[in-house]
């Protein structure tokens, strides 16, 4: 079974940095996905941040992250960074790594991935 492991949330002041990581493992774990990553702050939807898929195609930002931070993965394609520069306090929130079998389709929404991590806190103060 696919597990997903987040790490790197954390605190950060506004205009700072994190690095979020996302490992998956377990049986199956070395296969062709579409990773992605979303955020959900108190009272809120869960909504997408950002996606890529197993070939490093059709990557997707959510508007207000574009610019901002950058989705890559590691050479074996079993761990996705979320590189967040310029964070602002609008970023805080519980962020989830979420993968789904290949190719990465449709928009950057929730309904569209399966798997999902138990998420990583990121916290922006002013």
């Known amino acids: 079974q696919v597990q997903l492991v987040e790490s790197g949330g954390g605190s950060v002041q506004a205009g700072g940095s994190l690095r979020l990581a996302c490992a998956r493992s377990?049986?199956?774990?070395?296969?062709?996905?579409?990773m992605g990553w979303f955020r959900q702050a108190p009272g809120k939807e869960r909504e997408g941040v950002a996606r890529i898929q197993h070939d490093g195609g059709r990557v997707l930002y959510a508007d207000s992250v574009r610019d901002r931070f950058a989705i890559t993965q590691d050479n074996a394609k079993t761990t996705v960074y979320l590189q967040m520069n310029s964070l602002k306090t609008e970023d805080a929130g519980m962020y989830y790594c979420a993968a789904r079998p290949y190719p990465c389709i449709g928009e950057l929404s929730p309904s569209f991935f399966s798997l999902w991590g138990q998420g990583t806190q990121v916290t922006v103060s002013t």
């Open positions: 377990g049986y199956g774990s070395t296969g062709s996905y579409c």
